[in-house]
């Protein structure tokens, strides 16, 4: 056994600045660990093969150097290029994921003013002890900066588009710390134990019983334990063509074939797989916590829907937060993106995105702190990775902006605040909003009593509707993949709503 701090902790790290900073890593039992930071010194004592130095919080800073000494083993480690700045982890599967090699804008990104002081952490993509020792590291478990190309094209595209304005704005290093996994729902990134206890969550934990019953174990195991194979170059150009927005239309309208039960994938189900109840909570948010940051921010929800898993899709988000903030011991601010809209075909096809979207959006009355941005004007019919990811990013980091930082600032996607109704009459008011842009056709996003006819005027932030019968019911934007057309005067696209009277 060897001093080994914590993954994250590695050369070009930020820090969170104003917060107290805790260093952590491994090594052997009563061993006495110094870790030193500008000019203050923290002490503590291994125990169970762990340590946590608790150090007092420190102002930002461009360049410092953090060093960590075993006295024990009579060793030292020292990350000379440390930044003291903001912040942020970026949660949730592919749609937060997805990296700027794909993003639409990449090639004129190239281009982008260097910035050494916009880094990114990928944490690896492991799902159960000893996988990072059995696959490598691959592309994950480094601090990249806004530099080379090599580097850019690997951070999360709307992590980056946010960061840049954090930025600007504050003029601090910042820092993302990227987790997240494509093709995985709420419950893998919360605690096993929230999930079990959660009743409306009953028929994920009946769904895992019934897939760990299933299972042979002892050949589960050992195909896990055997290393993954590389993927061939035309895996490599079926992954480019798809995250490129590639007619995959006939590829998923039959499906793709079969995963084969004796080869391991992570998504195949077992108590190894990146979809149980709590794994990628327990080997990868637990090996980031808890190290300190400032929001954290979330896209996700695609998996949830794929699995029937909608209906309760509001109480698992909310113990899911739950467990992150318990686990960081602080009400961090929890930023969200609302589902894209999206059709797709076969096993990709949208199920019930209009019920995820209204249960994100309710979950902002639900718990404190919580802020949701729509990504509705972004969106490909039959792409579920929309590849225009600076509208969602630049609003993700208004709105911390604005709800971290309070800055006087115009961030939110306008939403209802009140329906005046009288028979054949409406008249929809939103806050978030003084002055309404209609850019589209409203008679095809904004239906009433399931059609297009009707008369409207747009007044400041009010809609007024008019209609010769009677009106029983309007919804604006509630199909899977509906175009948004209703937008504030800072091009922020409105939330989809549905109402019966």
């Known amino acids: 056994m060897r001093l080994k701090p914590g993954l994250i902790f590695s050369e070009h790290m930020v820090l969170q600045r104003n917060k107290t900073l ?51 083993l ?17 949660g949730g599967q592919s749609n937060m994921e997805f990296i700027m090699k794909y993003d639409i804008d990449f090639e004129e990104m190239k281009k982008d003013e260097k910035d050494d002081f916009i880094r990114y952490f990928a944490y690896p993509q492991t799902c159960f002890k000893g996988f990072i020792e059995k696959e490598g590291l691959g592309k994950f478990g480094l601090w990249r900066r806004w530099d080379k190309e090599e580097d850019r094209k690997e951070f999360s595209a709307v992590s980056l588009y946010m960061a840049k304005v954090l930025r600007e704005k504050l003029n601090v290093p910042v820092g993302i710390i990227s987790a997240n996994w494509g093709g995985t729902p709420a419950v893998t990134w919360t605690k096993r134990e929230d999930v079990e206890a959660n009743p409306a969550q009953k028929a994920i934990i009946d769904w895992r019983d019934k897939c760990m019953a299933e299972l042979d174990m002892a050949k589960y195991y050992a195909a896990s334990e055997k290393k993954i194979p590389k993927p061939t170059k035309e895996m490599e150009r079926f992954t480019d063509y798809f995250m490129m927005g590639g007619d995959m239309r006939e590829f998923f309208k039959n499906g793709p074939p079969p995963m084969n039960p004796d080869v391991y994938s992570a998504w195949n189900p077992g108590p190894r797989s990146c979809i149980f109840p ?37 109480s698992s988000m909310i113990t899911m937060i739950n467990s992150w903030r318990n686990l960081w011991n602080e009400e961090i601010p929890f930023f969200q993106v609302e589902l894209s809209n999206f059709k797709g075909v076969g096993v990709t096809a949208a199920k019930k995105y209009p019920l995820i979207r209204q249960l994100q959006h309710s979950i902002t009355t639900k718990l404190e702190k919580v802020y949701t941005v729509s990504s509705m004007d972004i969106g490909e019919e039959y792409n579920i990775h929309p590849r225009h990811k600076q509208p969602v990013g630049t609003r993700l980091g208004k709105m911390i902006m604005k709800y971290v930082f309070n800055e006087d600032i115009k961030a939110d996607c306008p939403d209802v605040k009140s329906i005046e109704y009288s028979d054949n009459r409406i008249i929809i008011s939103f806050v978030f909003a003084e002055r309404l842009v209609i850019n589209g056709d409203i008679y095809e996003s904004l239906k009433v009593n399931d059609s297009g006819d009707y008369d409207y005027e747009v007044n400041g932030n009010r809609i007024i509707i008019e209609c010769k019968d009677r009106i029983n019911k309007i919804e604006y934007c509630y199909d899977n993949y509906s175009k948004t057309c209703i937008f504030n005067e800072e091009g922020n696209p409105a939330f989809g709503f549905r109402r019966e009277f």
């Not at 052997?28 to 340590?51: E, F, S």
């Not at 009579?74 to 970026?90: N, P, R, T």
């Not at 929001?295 to 209906?311: K, L």
């Open 22 to 72: 805790y260093v952590f890593g491994e090594s052997i039992d009563n061993d006495i660990i110094k870790v030193t930071l500008n000019k203050q010194t923290a002490i503590c004592t291994c125990t169970d093969g762990r340590w946590v130095a608790e150090l007092s919080p420190e102002k930002e800073n461009e360049k410092t150097v953090l060093r960590i000494e075993s006295e024990t």
């Open 74 to 90: 009579d060793e030292k480690i020292e990350f000379s290029d440390v930044a003291i700045g903001e912040v942020i982890l970026a």
């Open 278 to 314: 709590g794994n990628l909570y327990e080997n990868i948010l637990l090996n980031i916590a808890p190290y300190a940051i400032r929001a954290f921010t979330f896209w996700q929800g695609e998996d949830d829907d794929a699995r029937d898993w909608a209906e309760f899709y509001d």
